[in-house]
């Protein structure tokens, strides 16, 4: 008799997504019926000013499945990210964005290792994005394995454990929380897995990351983080 899909809670992050949220979430949904797990889709609207929270709104008073957190003000992908893992409740946890670029079909991929692991990540074989977005990819990723080694070689789509989060602190405000938190819980021990996935093109608006302030902001916690994990860790 085949193991049973695990409990799953997905948390898609949004903001002002409103030309994408809806399909995204209830695709979200669909995934988790089809694939017989006994799921949670938690939506954490961002501060958004474009009516993507009332979008969201509307599908939680619709279906159960759907769990609405709101940021009255835009508080960064980090912080939308560990309000959505704060309000998660089943026994594994993962994350899409809210543009639709990574679909939820593709966590069918992380499902058999969940079996044997806490922690199952990835890493892309192809990303659709523009020039601009590639090039502050590239130079995020050098100075990613410069600061914090190669371990930090993965996506921010994983599924883990949501029993972590109470083993761990997380404390990154930018999207470098999808990278605190397998460092730390691989320096705790967890040995993960690895699967390959694939990113679409936006369908809808533009990235939120491509700024320089953020960019700066980025490196910092990159700096922090290094201490937390290399230099503190060795006292």
């Excluded at 969940?114 to 995020?140: E, F, I, M, N, W």
């Amino acid at each position: 008799m085949a193991n049973p899909t695990p409990s799953l809670s997905i948390v898609i992050m949004a903001f002002n997504e409103s030309g994408s949220i809806e399909a995204q979430a209830q695709a979200t949904a669909a995934f988790l019926r089809r694939v017989g797990s006994d799921g949670q889709v938690v939506i954490v609207d961002d501060g958004s000013t474009d009516g993507t929270g009332a979008i969201a709104d509307r599908l939680a008073a619709a279906d159960p499945i759907f769990t609405v957190v709101h940021h009255p003000t835009n508080l960064g992908m980090g912080r939308a990210i560990r309000s959505g893992y704060a309000a998660a409740n089943r026994e594994f946890v993962s994350q899409l964005p809210g543009d639709g670029q990574v679909v939820p079909d593709t966590l069918e991929r992380f499902l058999p290792h969940l079996a044997g692991h806490d922690l199952v990540l990835s890493t892309y074989t192809r990303r659709d994005d523009g020039l601009a977005r590639k090039v502050v990819t590239a130079g995020y990723q050098a100075t990613a394995r410069l600061l914090l080694g190669d371990r930090c070689a993965f996506t921010g789509t994983m599924v883990f454990r949501r029993s972590w989060l109470g083993r761990i602190e997380l404390t990154c405000e930018s999207f470098l929380v999808n990278v605190e938190l397998p460092l730390k819980m691989m320096r705790a021990g967890v040995v993960p897995a690895h699967v390959t996935i694939q990113a679409l093109e936006r369908a809808h608006g533009r990235s939120k990351v491509l700024s320089a302030r953020r960019v700066a902001h980025v490196v910092a916690e990159m700096l922090a983080l290094r201490w937390a994990l290399v230099v503190r860790s060795s006292r």
